[in-house]
């Protein structure tokens, strides 16, 4: 379907739930998608009663549209639009105007009324401008199934014509719950633990570990750019923390009893998260972790990991099977670049049991060994802030 339009409407679902706050939603919606309407040519995106109707400075195609919006959570779907007079011959002309160029199979119109004191009914717009659709095209109508449906909303001030439906992603805006730093290891489950977080609205600060001065940790460093990189169209800023922790987790090796050691790397990692994420105000860390997915991450194992930080740790994944992670790892387009091949901080040095079921009392007797404050310091010493080059 060949078809070209300055404007598109916006509609969303879950911010019509939110109240008297619903404006400071709309307005951070309406602000993500000029963001991502800027390479187009954005010259307003204008919130109306329920829906967004964004303007471009010329004309685009449905591609384009799709392209820019469908990752931009808080949006339930959109259609390319024609904003119009509220005066059924001005519809009937924004409507034929823009009518696609290709024919289609069968189409239907489907009109609504947020404002009933438009002389006509719904039905009584939907035949008006079916029969308009039929004297110019020809198409027939399929009212269940239609190839190419044609949308007519009546707000306070205009009308809107819109052609067909794009699903967007849903949730809430990005920004508007605050933010977290991600645990981000450039596997499989982070990255996905990252997008849902920015799902849920949050503004989402990548803090990735690394085993320098040991093994290929630029490799890793260099993966993690990439997964950053892919979820910038969902929001995720183009930067990260990159924190070195060979040295400490040699340490670790050397002071603590082998099965302690793997939630002691985490309880580490936590604390220097911790740190750096509240330089930036944030109000909570998210890992891809997820019960049972490995040994360590038992109840007993997760409590002790909570148990290093003082701000809440967020585990999205905690529903998810691993199948269901891979899944969505497809889907948002990371999971082929977390198999690039680079050296995993969480599995250097790693011993061969693991405690599973660990008691808080021994996990901390193990950790007494080690000059926890020290190791942190020294991290936070080394850490450093990568901002990425526009792609």
Request: proline letters at 7%; aromatic letters at 6%; a neutral charge.
């Amino acid at each position: 379907m060949t078809l070209k339009t300055r404007h598109a409407v916006i509609h969303y679902a879950e911010i019509g739930l939110k109240g008297r706050n619903r404006p400071f939603f709309e307005r951070a919606l309406a602000d993500n998608a000029a963001q991502r309407l800027e390479p187009l040519g954005v010259q307003e995106v204008q919130r109306l009663p329920g829906r967004l109707l964004a303007r471009l400075a010329q004309p685009r195609d449905e591609a384009a549209w799709t392209e820019a919006l469908s990752p931009v959570f808080g949006i339930a779907y959109f259609a390319p639009a024609a904003p119009a007079e509220r005066d059924m011959e001005a519809v009937r002309a924004a409507m034929l105007e823009h009518l696609p160029s290709d024919p289609v199979e069968s189409f239907r119109i489907r009109a609504s009324r947020a404002d009933k004191s438009f002389p006509l009914t719904s039905p009584e717009i939907e035949r008006e401008l079916g029969a308009a659709v039929q004297e110019r095209t020809g198409w027939p109508v399929r009212l269940e199934g239609a190839e190419l449906e044609i949308g007519v909303e009546v707000v306070y001030h205009h009308v809107v014509v819109s052609f067909g439906r794009v699903p967007g992603p849903g949730g809430l805006p990005v920004g508007v719950s605050g933010r977290v730093g991600l645990l981000l290891s450039g596997g499989i489950d982070s990255p996905v633990a990252g997008y849902l977080a920015l799902k849920r609205g949050c503004r989402v600060t990548p803090i990735h570990f690394h085993s320098r001065p040991f093994g290929n940790w630029r490799g890793a460093e260099k993966r993690v750019r990439k997964i950053v990189r892919a979820l910038g169209p969902y929001g995720m800023a183009p930067c990260f923390h990159a924190v070195p922790i060979g040295r400490q987790q040699r340490e670790i090796t050397v002071r603590a009893p082998a099965p302690f050691r793997v939630l002691l790397y985490r309880r580490l990692m936590v604390r220097i998260a911790e740190t750096l994420i509240r330089r930036e105000k944030g109000k909570a860390l998210v890992t891809g972790e997820s019960i049972g997915q490995v040994a360590s991450q038992t109840l007993e194992g997760l409590a002790a990991t909570q148990d290093a930080a003082a701000m809440p740790i967020l585990r999205p994944l905690v529903g998810m099977d691993k199948q269901e992670i891979v899944d969505q790892a497809r889907a948002i387009g990371t999971f082929e670049l977390s198999q690039i091949p680079a050296d995993d901080c969480c599995r250097f040095l790693m011993p061969d049991n693991v405690v599973t079921r660990p008691r808080l009392e021994d996990v901390l007797a193990a950790e007494a060994s080690v000059d926890v404050d020290r190791l942190v310091e020294e991290a936070l010493a080394e850490a450093s802030r990568i901002e990425l080059e526009p792609s």
